[in-house]
């Protein structure tokens, strides 16, 4: 990510509506499995500047973690004590150390060069049972300057995460496109723009006006109340995922040896 794109996401992600939509979608999901746990080892891999680690503490203690020295700064004050700078492809952490894991936009990275030994980093850490609730970029067509500016490496379609998930030793429970209402303006939006000059680095994560703000965001709470429900949606800017760790087969079932 550009190292202006972390300044910006500091000064907006508590109010942004794309922000705070994400984590009202996020809540949906791990309600439904946490609803009365506040006692969960959590980590956040890929952290950025902090503001999901700071959501998740409403479900037990979360460590953060990130690879960036700018998101550091940032997430050493808002997490002390509490923050560890790694690679999601080498976890600085024992096994099973964690109840649940989320990666929130993170294994798309250029610095992610295979997404398999990250998930299965990720498993690693996880306890029996324990959870991932992860999240990406969909649609390569999607690809536009805000995915330059945040180093995109590659954009997913449903099937793609199900199977990476599966080689990685993981079931998944609930999988949906997310960002799917408003989908037709960023859509045309990314489109239109491979018609347009670029006129520099400017960040597509400004924060809105607060009406514009609100009404952005009014979408996601909709959503975030239809995955509630069990509903999922056909198409969307980003696809989010809750799996859980694969248990291990009984020795009684493991295929013998032919000597």
Not at 132 to 150: F, G, K, M, T
Request: net charge positive; hydrophobic share 45%; charged share 25%.
């Amino acid at each position: 990510m550009e190292k202006g794109e972390y300044v910006t996401m500091a000064a907006v992600e508590r109010q942004h509506w794309w922000y705070v939509g994400m984590r009202t979608l996020s809540a949906a999901w791990l309600d439904h499995v946490f609803a009365s746990r506040r006692d969960l080892h959590i980590l956040d891999a890929g952290c950025g500047t902090g503001g999901d680690a700071l959501f998740l503490r409403r479900y037990g203690t979360v460590i953060g973690l990130d690879y960036a020295a700018e998101a550091a700064a940032f997430v050493g004050e808002r997490l002390p004590g509490r923050f560890a700078r790694g690679s999601v492809l080498d976890l600085p952490f024992a096994e099973h150390s964690f109840d649940l894991v989320t990666s929130y936009d993170v294994l798309y990275h250029t610095g992610v060069p295979d997404e398999i030994p990250a998930l299965r980093e990720v498993r690693r850490v996880l306890r029996p049972e324990g959870h991932l609730l992860l999240r990406l970029p969909a649609y390569e067509w999607l690809r536009s300057r805000h995915d330059r500016q945040v180093h995109t490496r590659r954009r997913y379609v449903a099937s793609e995460v199900r199977q990476m998930l599966a080689r990685a030793g993981f079931v998944v429970e609930r999988l949906s496109y997310v960002l799917s209402l408003l989908f037709p303006l960023p859509a045309t939006t990314r489109l239109l723009e491979r018609f347009q000059p670029d006129h520099g680095e400017a960040s597509a994560m400004e924060l809105p006006g607060t009406l514009l703000n609100t009404i952005l965001y009014l979408p996601m709470a909709f959503e975030a109340n239809w995955l509630k429900m069990g509903g999922t949606f056909p198409y969307g800017l980003s696809i989010l995922c809750l799996a859980r760790v694969k248990p291990a087969l009984p020795k009684t079932m493991l295929p013998r040896m032919v000597k």
